[in-house]
């Protein structure tokens, strides 16, 4: 039982070059959740999923896109990455939503240069 | 809108010190309040949760109360180890929304 892993751990991207990031779940969780984390900020909401083949905006969609064409996968995309987006990505996934605990995957750190 | 607000860190404590970590947040209705827990290189972990006002999380001896009347959610410990060194979050989640809203984090390092 792996949990939630993401794909890559490391990235250094140039400014305006796209990239996707891959989250993977193996516990059957409905809900699938893409968070940035800076410095001094905690962690913001990128995008969620509520299932398969839905996507919604969080707390600081722009400059980003997500699918979730199969369940057990959630893609955030970067079409033409910028410095501001040099972040830690976290994925998570939950079974509900309210008191369900959310599984996060290990992060994915990015540098755009 | 729904905020929550942690104390700074970081927080340094030798072992076997007692730890509180200060958390109080603003939001309408009825939040569910969490604690998550990151250690140094991994993502988060849940370490407890309270649903409802009065109600006491607990787990790995951290206690935390949903205090409705303060509007708060204090992370205690009675005396702290060097494994618990880690980066510690309060969260919410909106009664009936999909997101939890997290504070800025609190570094804790505990010396020997």
């Known amino acids: 039982n792996a949990g939630v892993t993401q794909t890559p751990k490391f990235r250094v991207l140039k400014t305006g070059q796209s990239m996707t990031l891959l989250c993977a779940q193996d516990?059957?969780?409905?809900?699938m959740y893409w968070y940035r984390q800076d410095p001094g900020m905690g962690l913001r909401l990128i995008h969620y999923?509520?299932?398969?083949?839905?996507?919604a905006k969080g707390e600081v969609p722009d400059g980003y896109n997500v699918s979730r064409l199969k369940k057990q996968n959630f893609l955030l995309g970067l079409e033409s990455a910028a410095p501001s987006q040099t972040s830690v990505y976290f994925c998570?996934?939950?079974?509900?939503?309210?008191?369900?605990?959310?599984?996060f995957g290990p992060g994915t750190r990015l540098t755009v240069t | 809108g729904d905020s929550v607000t942690q104390m700074e860190g970081p927080v340094t404590l030798s072992e076997e010190a007692f730890l509180t970590i200060n958390c109080t947040y603003t939001?309408?209705?009825?939040?569910?309040l969490f604690w998550y827990v990151q250690y140094p290189g991994e993502g988060l972990q849940l370490l407890l949760k309270?649903?409802?006002?009065?109600d006491k999380g607990s787990n790995k001896g951290f206690e935390a109360t949903y205090r409705k009347e303060t509007t708060s959610f204090h992370l205690e410990k009675g005396s702290v180890q060097v494994s618990d060194s880690a980066v510690y979050f309060c969260?919410?989640?909106?009664?009936?929304?999909?997101?939890?809203?997290f504070g800025a984090g609190t570094r804790l390092a505990v010396h020997p």
């Open positions: 309270a649903t409802k006002a009065d």
């Open positions: 998570a996934s939950s079974k509900g939503t309210g008191a369900y605990e959310q599984y």
């Open positions: 516990m059957n969780h409905e809900y």
């Open positions: 999923s509520v299932g398969e083949g839905t996507t």
């Open positions: 969260a919410l989640s909106p009664g009936g929304y999909n997101k939890l809203i």
């Open positions: 939001a309408t209705g009825y939040p569910s």
